[in-house]
């Protein structure tokens, strides 16, 4: 037995230096993405006056990328974030806890820039550009498509407890219109014609297809596919 025992002591001495090494290679990695995340937060987001704030005089930080150009149009939107209060960590919405809440829409030459939401307190998770594409690429813009959720439970936290309602916008940032709130957004797709604007969504236990004008975003049809629940 004792001509095993240092082949044991060395394999104990090889496991804790394994077990340190992980520990220091954690502790860096977490060092690094909190550096990288506040010299991105420095150099990608503007500190400006907070409209919500009771004073008047408090500020937000928001973040404003993602300048994207809507085919066929001449007219251009950018992202804007916010950070939620008391979030510190990476979010699936944006980076170190920024999550997208409102849209700039920029129009070419020397137009104003127009807001779509009057405040930041809602969250745009998913924005997607509607065309009748097809295999052009370069087909105007129909509209834009997004998820908005708010805090509806009054719960002061906006998650999955709150309804998604997806909500529909020409490419010029006017006619904003919210649709029936749903519990997810399964897929969207556009006419051929590009005449009309279809959702496949979850509504109340079952799986619903409904159809919009793609003119004044109007419902035209609604069905259901299937039951779920």
């Not at 930080?61 to 085919?71: D, G």
């Not at 009057?118 to 924005?127: L, R």
Request: net charge negative; charged share 20%.
């Amino acid at each position: 037995m004792s001509e095993t025992n240092p082949f044991f002591r060395w394999l104990y001495r090889g496991l804790a230096l394994s077990a340190l090494a992980m520990v220091l290679l954690v502790g860096y990695s977490t060092i690094v993405s909190m550096w990288n995340t506040n010299d991105w937060q420095r150099n990608r987001t503007v500190d400006v006056p907070d409209a919500d704030s009771p004073s008047g005089v408090e500020r937000r930080r928001l973040t404003f990328n993602n300048l994207t150009e809507l085919a066929g149009t001449s007219m251009r939107t950018v992202d804007v974030g916010a950070q939620r209060s008391g979030r510190v960590v990476m979010s699936s919405g944006g980076y170190g806890g920024f999550e997208t809440h409102n849209l700039v829409f920029l129009p070419q030459g020397n137009g104003d820039a127009k807001w779509l939401f009057p405040n930041n307190n809602q969250e745009i998770n998913q924005k997607k550009t509607i065309c009748a594409c097809g295999e052009d690429a370069d087909a105007p813009a129909i509209a834009i498509f997004m998820l908005v959720s708010r805090d509806n439970n009054g719960d002061g936290d906006i998650d999955e407890s709150d309804a998604v309602v997806p909500t529909l916008v020409k490419p010029d940032g006017t006619g904003v219109t919210e649709l029936m709130p749903v519990a997810r957004v399964l897929d969207t797709d556009v006419g051929n014609d590009g005449s009309s604007i279809g959702i496949l969504c979850e509504v109340e236990g079952a799986l619903v297809y409904r159809e919009f004008a793609s003119g004044d975003f109007r419902m035209i049809s609604q069905r259901i596919v299937t039951k779920i629940l």
